[in-house]
């Protein structure tokens, strides 16, 4: 069989997929130095990454990654993915500059590695289970129906004139039709991004603008929580501003028919003439797969840039060792595809591993705080994986809603997007796992495109308990810095988290400001990527994140700049200068607190300004961003050089006024007791309203 397989050899020829010929072939050799006889990670591993790891201990294969990386992510690659040519070099990475290039000189197809290669082998095994708004009216999608469906898609993309490097808008709900979508951008090398569809139409407008969007696909309605939610009208008010927007595909989720335009088509109809196969594109491993936008600190939100196979790469094996994926299980990762979570853990990780996915449309409480646990009773369920905010929500009802339904399915439970507390740890690990499934708490972001420390349930002896469970996944090097930025060595220690070696997964640019990507992740601790958050490292290794170092909140498990907040909030004509710091919440980890300063004249009117601002943050950006908290102040605290002290703010916000830190830099510290005194009053109108 000749070495390189054409595209045609890998529809019909399964035995040549994993042939993809590497040139890092030869047999990984056991160091032969002593093994250490802690008995943590002392086990062989039983389903290995790569063949040529065969017999290998974790502990041999991470101190393999640490010292030739190249031949660890070298071997994965050429074993874990099907290649149309093989790569020729590992990497070709400078964190110094920014530089992150793998698998150099490689063609592959992500949707052939997430369809084709398992339609292959068992055309009908199901490949997503759509759990619908409505208990007990799930779907299910075989690897075969999904290949097809992405096929029609793909062919209808490239007939309204989306071809290799056009970027697509997905504004949508997760549904089989949304993942279809996903990878029939894959299929053709077109680049998705998908945009949550819980943003408003004018946050949809800035992404599509910024991404330049030829193609947006859509639906006519969401349903969740039993109500329903027009996006396509969001969508028509979006692209009106958006002269990018050749087409707009309208999938049909309920009956209800909307008006079409001209730059519309019914996508239903017009897969149905199209042909169920589509070639497809042979990607340079470096080439575009999607970007995702995401908050920062400072400025509009950014669209991160991830490429083919390293990303690919990444997620497959994340998805594998962290949840102790093993082939037949159920993986239930109840994200939305609109966040990283929802790319990495409902689809291309999943997938690429021939799972079966679990696609959840409703919400944790509809019809009752049961939803969760009876599905995964229905759907037998194996990994659940969801957010702390979800948890804490459902602990405050009847143990029953979880007792009374079958979750002996179940072996793992995840946890991400945010710290979760001991509370909601030790509920989900003993009410919701019967203290039997290991709780994994992972901890990573858009940027790092997969989960980036973790317990590791696999590795036999591995510690699991609430909130310092934590160490990297294989090939992951973090670093604490401390303030004059110097690794900081030893335990017991705290800092900011960074990663001091490249690995496949990470992000790539930010599109269109290469310069703010080198900027935002990589000047802040010369050759280290800066996560942006703060970490501990216990005495005895593990790792705690203690939150994000920036001016980014976390709302319900949503990344939000409080400046995206305070943007919308200027806008207002009323509104001279406002301040956002985000305050703890029992449930949604964070909220919103507004600091409002109103022009002299309409001080008199401040509820109805206040409604009005509001309405502003919804508008143009979403629902959930709304501060839960405005405080009108007559001044802000401000350095002498004009910069707003948050810090100050962030402190009469959480009522720690008795360690305000220090003042003596405020223009005028007189300014601090202004505002306590009218948080104060604040208080007690809340209380007793
Ligand atoms: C996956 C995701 C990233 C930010 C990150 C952290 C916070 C995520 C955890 C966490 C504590 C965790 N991507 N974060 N996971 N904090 N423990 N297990 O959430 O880009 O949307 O957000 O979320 O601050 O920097 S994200």
Redesign the pocket.
């Known amino acids: 069989m000749a070495a390189r397989c054409g595209w045609r050899s890998v529809y019909f020829l399964p035995l040549c997929y994993r042939a993809g010929a590497a040139p890092l072939r030869r047999r990984w050799e056991l160091p032969n130095h002593g093994v250490s006889s802690q008995n943590r990670g002392n086990r062989h591993i039983s389903s290995p990454p790569s063949p040529a790891f065969a017999g290998a201990t974790y502990t041999e294969l991470r101190e393999l990654c640490a010292r030739e990386p190249d031949t660890f992510w070298g071997s994965v690659a050429s074993h874990r993915l099907t290649w149309s040519s093989s790569f020729q070099q590992v990497s070709d990475c400078d964190l110094n500059t920014g530089k992150i290039r793998w698998f150099l000189g490689g063609k592959l197809n992500v949707s052939v590695n997430c369809l084709d290669v398992h339609v292959a082998k068992d055309p009908e095994k199901v490949a997503l289970i759509w759990e619908k708004d409505e208990p007990g009216t799930e779907e299910r999608v075989t690897y075969r129906e999904l290949l097809e469906m992405t096929c029609r898609l793909a062919n209808t993309l490239k007939h309204h004139g989306v071809g290799r490097g056009d970027r697509v808008a997905i504004y949508m709900p997760v549904s089989p039709i949304a993942v279809a979508a996903m990878l029939a951008c894959t299929r053709i090398g077109a680049v998705h991004t998908v945009v949550f569809a819980g943003f408003s139409s004018e946050a949809l407008a800035g992404r599509i603008q910024d991404a330049q969007c030829k193609a947006v696909v859509t639906c006519n309605q969401g349903v969740r929580g039993g109500r329903l939610i027009n996006l396509k009208a969001t969508v028509d008010a979006a692209v009106k501003s958006c002269p990018s927007v050749q087409s707009v595909l309208v999938a049909q989720r309920t009956n209800h028919s909307t008006p079409m335009g001209k730059l519309d088509t019914p996508l239903e109809e017009a897969m149905s003439k199209e042909s169920a196969e589509c070639a497809p594109e042979p990607m340079d491993s470096e080439d575009m797969l999607f970007m995702l936008y995401?908050s920062g600190s400072t400025g509009k939100p950014k669209g991160i840039v991830h490429t083919q196979a390293g990303y690919l790469l990444y997620a497959s094996l994340t998805h594998q060792y962290v949840f102790d994926y093993s082939p037949g299980d159920v993986f239930g990762c109840v994200a939305d595809i609109g966040?990283?979570?929802g790319h990495s853990y409902v689809v291309y990780g999943p997938l690429s591993n021939g799972a079966t996915t679990v696609l959840f449309e409703s919400t944790p409480v509809y019809p009752d705080p049961g939803r969760y646990w009876e599905t995964v009773e229905r759907l037998k369920i194996n990994q659940f994986y969801g957010a702390?905010t979800a948890i804490r929500l459902l602990l405050k009802y009847d143990e029953n809603w979880v007792k009374k339904y079958d979750r002996s399915s179940l072996k793992t439970l995840g946890?991400?997007?945010?710290?979760?507390n001991n509370e909601a740890w030790e509920w989900f690990y003993n009410v919701v796992g019967d203290r039997r499934c290991p709780l994994v708490?992972?901890?990573?972001?858009?940027?790092?495109g997969g989960?980036c420390?973790a317990p590791h349930p696999a590795e036999e002896g591995a510690e699991i308990r609430p909130a310092m469970a934590?160490r990297p996944f294989f090939g992951i090097q973090l670093a604490l810095m401390d303030e004059k930025g110097k690794t900081i060595t030893g335990n017991d220690v705290s800092g900011a988290l960074c990663i001091s070696k490249p690995w496949p997964g990470m992000a790539r640019t930010i599109f269109g400001d290469h310069q703010r990507f080198v900027e935002a992740y990589f000047k802040p601790y010369p050759g280290h990527y800066f996560?942006?958050?703060g970490a501990y490292r216990s005495k005895d290794g593990y790792y705690q994140?203690t939150?994000?170092m920036d001016d980014?909140i976390?709302i319900s498990?949503?990344?939000l700049g409080t400046a995206e907040i305070e943007d919308a909030l200027d806008e207002h004509p009323d509104v001279p200068e406002t301040a956002v710091v985000g305050v703890s919440h029992d449930i949604k980890g964070e909220v919103a607190f507004a600091f409002v300063v109103l022009k002299e004249n309409v001080s008199e009117q401040q509820g109805k300004v206040i409604e009005e601002l509001k309405k502003l943050v919804a508008t143009k950006i979403a629902k959930y961003a709304v501060p839960d908290h405005f405080l009108v102040v007559k001044r802000l605290p401000k350095t002498r050089s004009g910069k707003i002290m948050r810090r100050i703010l962030r402190k009469v916000a959480m009522e720690q006024t008795d360690s305000l830190g220090d003042v003596s830099t405020l223009d005028d510290p007189s300014v601090v007791m202004e505002i306590i005194e009218e948080h104060q009053r604040y208080k007690s109108r809340l209380a007793k309203a």
Not at 415 to 420: D, L, N
Not at 441 to 448: I, L, M, Y
């Open positions: 995401t966040w990283i979570t702390p946890s991400v997007g945010e710290p979760i708490d992972t901890w990573w972001q858009t940027e790092t989960v420390i934590m996560t942006g958050d994140i939150g994000r980014v976390n498990g949503h990344r």
